[in-house]
C-alpha cells in the first residue's frame, strides 16, 4: 500500500469544523473576528467573520475539507502535520481608511494522529496560543485559557482493520545534543543554525529522509527543565506555545535503563556536568511517520542486515537569499558540510519480542563516507542527498541501500551542470554500476567534525514504534501452553490411614448415633427444643431419659446402633490397641477392656464436642523433624554418596507434603546428579504441575526440554519463567544461552541485556546482602573493636569446651534451624551469595550467578556454557570465581585432574579465598590424601571470613581427627558442627570422640540425640552398646546390639571391638 492510498483507489474527503471560541479575548470588549485553516502551508478556508463579546462563547460553525490522497495530503503528513487554526481579529476602519486592519489573536493545532488510529470522528478542546503583541497574551496570566472546539470526521476509516494492523507507526525525536564544541558562538557572524537528518522506509519501495533543522544553541549553567514538551517538525509558528505537540513530553529517565553509548560510571559522571555546564544544541522535535505494511518489514530487514542507523547532523550558515539562477547553482553545486558528524544508533533492540522503544545518549564522530559503508552498508550522506537542489530532466541516482523489494528502495534526484549524462547500467548479478560522477571525493580529515570527538559530543535521541515489530507473546497466551505442556493437578487430599483412619470412623459413627437420638427425642419431647422449655425440673428429665431409652429399646434402634458401632470398635481394637488374639488371661482381659472403654468414652466426647461446638479442641502432633531438617540430611548423604539413605530422607519429605512443589523440585535436583534425567523431569513437571508459577522448575524443565532436541517446549518454558518473575536474573540469563545456542543473537542480547538491568536494580534496592564479598568482611575484620574480638574468641572458646548435655539442650530448644534452612545445602534457590563464587576484586555477574544457580541443581552441561559467556564477559573473564566454578563443575564430574588446575589458578587470583581452600580440601579427601586434606580444612577454618559451606568441613575434618586419633580436636570440631548444623553425622562423631576420651555420660547423651535423628543407623546403635557394656547395664547393651545387627552394621572393626568388650564383660551378646 502507498503511503497515500487509503481506502480503496479513491481520495478520501477529511471535514474539519470549528464549532466556537470559549474565553476569546480582542482589543475592545466587542470585535470582530475569522478563523483560518491551514494544512501543510495550504489554506483550507477563512470562516465568515464573527461578532464575538469578551467571556462569551463565539460560534463560528466553519467547515472545511482537504483530499487525503496520494497527490496532496497522504497518511504521511496526516502523522506529523497538524492541521494550525488562526484566529484574526478584525480592527474598525478609520477615516480614509480603504483596506481592513487585522491583527492575529492567537494559533491552535488540531492533531490528526487519531484518524490513522482507525478513528472515523473524534472532538478536541484545543488551547488558543496567543500571538505575540496580542491581547490575549497579557489576558492569559489569569489562568483561563482561550480554547476552540474542533470536530474532525470521515466518511469512513481511512484504513481498513486489515490495514490497521498490519500497518505502524514510527516517532522519531532529536532532543538535545550536549558538549558541543567550544568554536560554536551565538554571537558569531554570520548566524549559524543547526540541522540533524536520517533516513527511513515508509513503505516497501519509498524511503523518506527525516530533516530537523531547527536546532537552537544554548550556552551551558543549568539542565534542561523536565518534563518539557516535545515540538511539531514544522516551522516557527507565530504563537510559540502552538509549535509544542499536545500531550506529548520528554520525560526523565534513568541512565541505567537507557540503551545508548553513554552508560558506564564515567559516562554518568561526565554527563552530569556535561547537561549542566557545557554548551549544547536543543531540538526537541518529534517527527512520526506511518508505515504501511511493507515499510514495517522493509524496516526490520534493515535492521537485521545491519543494526547501525546513522543519524548525521551538521551546522549550517544562514545567510541571505541568493540572487538569480548562479546563486542556485551554487548552492546545488558549490555548498559544503559545516561541521559533519554522524552519530551510529543501535535500533536492534527494536527487535526483541514486545520491544516498542530505544532511547539513549549516543556519541558523535566525524563523518566519514569509509566508515559509514563499513558500519551501516551505506556509501552516501544523507545531509548531502537533502541539499541536492531539484531535478530539471531524467536524471536519477539509486541508494546503495538494498530495497526490500525488486524496486530501488529510493530514487535520489541530482541536478547538475550535465542534465544530459545517461543512467548508470547495472552489472552482473542485478547490481548497480558505480558512478564515477556521483562518487565524491572524501577529504583526508574532517578537521571540524573531529571536534565533535575531542569534546566528547553526544546527542539524546529516542525511537519508537506504536507497535512492536517483533510481537512478544502474551503472559496469558505463555501460561496457557505451560498449562498445555504440563496440566495443572489439583492437591491431594490427605486420607487417613490405619490407626487415625479407625478413630475417624468412630467419631463419624458416634456422630450418626447422636444425630438419630436426636431426631428420636424431638419426636417424643418437640416442645422441649423451645428456649422456654429448658428450664425443666430433675424429676421431668429423669422420666423423658427413661422414656427415650425405653422407646429406643422398644423400637429395636439400641440394637442397631450398637451393630453402628460394633465394626468402628473392631478396627480400634485391631488397628490402634494391636490386639488381634484372644486373651487367656481374664485379668489381662478385664484391663483391656477398661483401658478400651475409657478411650472409646474419650473420643465420644470429642466428636459430640465438635458437633455442638464450633471450637475444634484437636491439637494434631508436630512431627519430630521437619523437611528443613530432612532436606540437610538427604544433602549430607549426598556428600557421603550414600544415595540409597538419600532417596529415603527426599521421600520422608514427600510423604510429609505432596502439594509442596519444592519438596519436587529438591528431589528432581538429586535425580539430575545421579544422571536420571527422565525420572528429574518428572519430578520438575510435578512440581509445575502443583505450581504453575515455580521459577526453579520452570527453568529445569526448560533446560531439559533443551537438551532433549524438544527447542520449543524449551523456548515456553524459559519465556514463561521470565513472565512469572521479571525480576529474576537466572530467568533472563538462561534465557539469552538458550537463544545463543539457538543462533539467534538479538533475542539473546536481549535477554542478557535485561538481566544486566534486573541485577542491577537489585543491587540498588539490596546494596549490600547476606554474600558480601571478601574485601568487605576483610574491612569488617580490620574495623573490628576490641571488645568485639573478645566476645569472638570468648565464643570460640565456649564451643570447644561446651559440654554435650547443654549443646543437646541448646540444638533441641531450637538453636542451628535457621542455619540449616539457610545453609547452602538447601537446594531451593536463594539470593545469590557473592562470597561464594565472586572474587575479592570483581562484582558478581549475570553469567556467575547463574552458575551458582545450576551448580546447586546440578545442571552441569547448562552450567559449562554459562561458565562459556562468562570468558567472553567484559566484566568476567578468567577471575577467581571462574576457576572455582569450574572446579566444582569439574568435582561434581569426578575430574579430579582438572579440578586441581582451576583450584590452584583460584588461588594465584586470590589466595585467602576461604571457598577456595574448602574445595581443595575435598577434593584431597575425594582422593584419600587424608593429611592434606586435612592441613586445607585447617586454613579454611582459620580464616576471618567463613567459607559459604562448614558442614561437610566439620564432618570430614572431624572424621580425619578420629583416624588420626586426635580425639580432643574431634570433640571440638564436631561440636562445632552440631552447633552451626545439627545432624545424626555430626551427634554420632561427638559421640564417637567423647567414648574414646572415656566420657561416657557425654557419649551416651550424643549417641542418643543422633538416635532420635536417625534411628536406622547401625553405627550409633553399635556405639551405644559399647557405652552400656562399659556402663554394666546388660539390658540397654543387648537391646543396642540386638539393633546393631538387625541392621547390618557394616563397619567390621567396629563389631569385632563389640565382640571382645562383650567377652570381657561376660553379657550383652544373647547368644551366650
Not at 5 to 26: F, M, P, W, Y
Not at 147 to 155: F, I, M, R, T
Not at 834 to 853: H, N, Q
Amino acid at each position: 500500500m502507498e503511503i497515500g492510498q487509503v481506502v480503496g483507489e479513491k481520495a478520501v474527503s477529511v471535514q474539519i469544523t470549528v464549532l466556537r471560541g470559549h474565553n476569546l479575548k480582542g482589543r475592545t470588549e466587542s470585535f470582530l473576528s475569522f478563523v483560518r485553516a491551514e494544512l501543510n502551508g495550504v489554506v483550507l478556508g477563512d470562516s465568515p467573520k464573527v461578532d464575538a463579546v469578551v467571556d462569551e462563547a463565539v460560534d463560528y460553525n466553519f467547515t472545511c475539507s482537504f483530499e487525503c490522497s496520494d497527490a496532496a495530503h497522504n497518511l504521511d503528513d496526516l502523522a506529523h502535520k497538524p492541521v494550525i487554526l488562526t484566529v484574526t481579529e478584525i480592527l474598525p476602519k478609520e477615516k480614509k481608511q480603504k483596506e481592513e486592519k487585522t491583527i492575529v489573536l492567537g494559533q491552535a493545532v488540531v492533531d490528526l494522529l487519531p484518524l490513522l488510529h482507525g478513528q472515523s470522528r473524534f472532538t478536541a478542546s484545543t488551547v488558543l496560543y496567543p500571538a505575540p503583541g496580542s491581547p490575549g497574551e497579557t489576558a492569559a496570566l489569569d489562568g483561563s485559557k482561550p480554547v476552540l472546539d474542533v470536530s474532525v470526521s470521515v466518511p469512513k476509516p481511512l484504513l481498513s482493520a486489515t490495514q490497521l494492523s498490519e500497518s505502524n507507526l514510527l516517532k522519531v525525536t532529536v532532543e538535545t545534543a550536549y558538549s558541543v564544541p567550544d568554536v560554536w558562538n551565538q554571537a558569531a557572524a554570520p548566524a549559524s543554525g543547526y540541522a540533524a537528518a536520517l533516513q527511513v522506509p515508509l513503505t516497501a519501495e519509498k524511503e523518506q529522509i527525516l530533516m530537523f533543522s531547527n536546532g537552537m544553541l544554548k550556552m551551558g549553567g543549568e539542565r534542561e527543565p523536565v518534563p518539557r514538551p516535545k515540538k511539531w517538525p514544522q516551522d516557527a509558528m507565530l504563537a510559540s506555545g502552538a509549535q509544542h505537540i499536545p500531550g506529548t513530553n520528554i520525560e526523565e529517565q534513568s541512565v541505567d535503563m537507557e540503551d545508548g553509548d553513554m552508560t558506564t560510571a564515567e559516562d554518568k559522571e561526565f554527563r552530569v556536568e556535561a547537561e549542566i555546564n557545557r554548551k549544547r544544541v536543543s531540538w526537541d522535535t518529534e517527527r512520526r511517520c506511518f508505515l504501511d505494511a511493507g515499510g514495517a518489514a522493509c524496516l526490520t530487514r534493515r535492521i537485521v542486515e545491519s543494526r547501525l542507523w546513522p543519524i548525521e547532523i551538521m551546522k549550517v550558515a544562514q545567510t541571505g537569499a541568493a540572487k538569480g539562477a548562479k546563486a542556485g547553482k551554487e548552492k546545488g553545486e558549490d555548498e559544503t558540510l559545516s561541521f559533519h558528524g554522524v552519530a551510529y544508533v543501535d535500533l536492534a533492540p527494536l527487535l526483541y519480542p514486545g520491544a516498542t522503544c530505544v532511547r539513549g545518549a549516543y556519541k558523535l564522530y566525524p563523518f566519514y563516507e569509509s566508515e559509514l559503508m563499513l558500519k551501516t552498508k551505506r556509501n552516501y550522506s544523507v545531509l548531502r542527498e537533502s541539499m541536492r537542489p531539484p531535478v530539471t530532466q531524467g536524471k536519477a541516482r539509486v541508494s546503495s541501500v538494498g530495497s526490500c523489494k525488486a524496486a530501488p528502495s529510493k530514487i535520489f534526484e541530482k541536478g547538475g551542470k550535465d542534465t544530459k549524462e545517461s543512467p548508470r547500467k547495472a552489472g552482473p548479478q542485478g547490481k548497480v554500476a558505480p558512478d564515477e560522477n556521483v562518487i565524491e571525493v572524501e577529504p583526508q580529515i574532517n578537521t571540524e567534525g573531529q571536534m565533535y570527538a575531542d569534546s566528547k559530543s553526544y546527542i539524546v535521541i529516542e525511537i519508537a514504534l506504536d507497535k512492536p515489530l517483533v510481537p512478544k507473546r502474551p503472559p496469558e497466551e505463555l501460561a496457557k501452553r505451560v498449562m498445555e505442556l504440563i496440566p495443572p493437578r489439583p492437591l491431594l487430599p490427605r486420607r487417613p490411614a490405619g490407626a487415625e483412619r479407625a478413630v475417624q470412623e468412630f467419631q463419624a459413627q458416634v456422630v450418626s448415633v447422636a444425630a438419630q437420638v436426636l431426631d428420636q427425642y424431638q419426636q417424643l419431647f418437640g416442645a422441649a427444643f423451645e428456649p422456654s422449655a429448658w428450664l425443666t425440673d430433675p424429676n421431668t428429665q429423669e422420666q423423658r431419659k427413661t422414656h427415650l431409652l425405653g422407646e429406643l429399646n422398644y423400637s429395636g434402634k439400641y440394637f442397631a446402633f450398637k451393630e453402628q458401632l460394633k465394626y468402628s470398635v473392631v478396627r480400634i481394637v485391631r488397628e490402634k490397641m494391636l490386639r488381634t488374639e484372644a486373651f487367656t488371661d481374664v485379668e489381662q482381659l478385664q484391663a483391656f477392656l477398661s483401658q478400651l472403654y475409657v478411650f472409646l468414652v474419650d473420643e465420644m466426647h470429642k466428636a459430640l464436642n465438635k458437633t455442638l461446638s464450633v471450637d475444634d479442641l484437636e491439637n494434631q502432633p508436630q512431627p519430630q523433624l521437619e523437611c528443613s531438617q530432612l532436606k540437610h540430611f538427604a544433602r549430607e548423604a549426598q556428600l557421603n554418596q550414600d544415595y540409597q539413605l538419600a532417596t529415603k530422607y527426599y521421600q520422608e519429605q514427600l510423604a510429609r507434603d505432596r502439594n509442596d512443589p519444592s519438596h519436587w523440585f529438591d528431589y528432581g535436583c538429586f535425580y539430575m546428579l545421579r544422571g536420571d534425567y527422565q525420572k528429574a523431569e518428572q519430578c520438575f513437571h510435578q512440581a509445575v504441575s502443583m505450581n504453575q508459577a515455580h521459577l526453579s522448575s520452570l527453568l529445569m524443565c526448560g533446560i531439559l526440554a533443551e537438551m532433549d532436541g524438544r527447542y520449543e517446549d524449551a523456548e515456553t518454558f524459559f519465556e514463561g519463567a521470565t513472565c512469572v518473575n521479571p525480576s529474576s536474573v537466572v530467568a533472563w540469563t538462561l534465557f539469552g544461552v538458550f537463544y545463543q545456542a539457538q543462533d539467534n543473537s538479538i533475542q539473546a542480547e536481549m535477554a542478557f541485556l535485561e538481566a544486566c538491568k534486573q541485577q542491577r536494580a537489585g543491587l540498588a534496592l539490596n546494596p549490600v546482602d547476606d554474600g558480601d564479598t571478601q574485601t568487605e568482611l576483610d574491612t569488617q575484620a580490620e574495623n573490628m573493636m576490641p571488645e568485639e574480638e573478645a566476645e569472638e574468641d570468648s565464643a570460640d572458646d565456649s564451643v570447644e569446651g561446651e559440654d554435650v548435655e547443654s549443646s543437646i539442650k541448646r540444638c533441641q530448644s531450637g538453636a542451628g534451624v535457621k542455619e540449616v534452612e539457610g545453609s547452602t545445602l538447601a537446594v531451593e534457590p536463594k539470593p545469590t551469595r557473592t562470597a561464594s563464587l565472586t572474587s575479592p576484586s570483581k562484582p558478581c555477574t549475570i553469567y556467575m550467578e547463574t552458575v551458582e544457580f545450576l551448580l546447586q541443581s546440578n545442571a552441569l552441561q547448562m552450567a559449562q556454557r554459562a561458565l562459556a559467556q562468562e570468558l567472553l564477559c567484559p566484566e568476567g573473564g578468567l577471575s577467581s570465581s571462574y576457576h572455582l566454578a569450574l572446579a566444582q563443575l569439574h568435582t561434581l564430574r569426578g575430574e579430579y585432574g582438572s579440578a586441581e588446575t582451576s583450584l590452584s589458578a583460584a588461588l594465584r587470583d586470590s589466595y585467602e579465598n576461604p571457598d577456595v581452600w574448602a574445595l581443595w580440601g575435598h577434593l584431597h579427601f575425594l582422593r584419600g590424601e587424608s593429611r592434606d586434606a586435612q592441613k586445607c580444612y585447617e586454613r579454611t577454618l582459620d580464616f576471618v571470613a567463613d567459607a559459604s559451606d562448614t558442614h561437610p568441613i566439620y564432618l570430614r575434618l572431624g572424621s580425619i581427627y578420629l583416624k588420626e586419633g586426635q580425639f580432643e580436636k574431634a570433640k571440638a570440631t564436631y561440636l562445632r558442627a552440631c552447633k552451626s548444623s545439627p545432624s545424626c553425622l555430626t551427634w554420632l562423631g561427638l559421640g564417637i570422640a567423647c567414648y574414646r576420651l572415656g566420657e561416657m555420660t557425654e557419649a551416651e547423651d550424643a549417641l542418643t540425640e543422633a538416635n532420635t535423628l536417625n534411628n536406622s543407623n547401625a553405627e550409633v546403635w553399635g556405639y551405644l552398646a559399647l557405652v552400656c557394656l562399659q556402663m554394666g547395664r546388660k539390658l540397654e547393651a543387648e537391646q543396642s546390639y540386638k539393633y546393631t545387627l538387625k541392621l547390618d552394621l557394616q563397619n567390621e572393626p567396629l563389631l569385632q571391638e563389640i565382640n571382645e568388650m562383650q567377652k570381657h564383660v561376660g553379657f550383652g551378646n544373647p547368644c551366650f
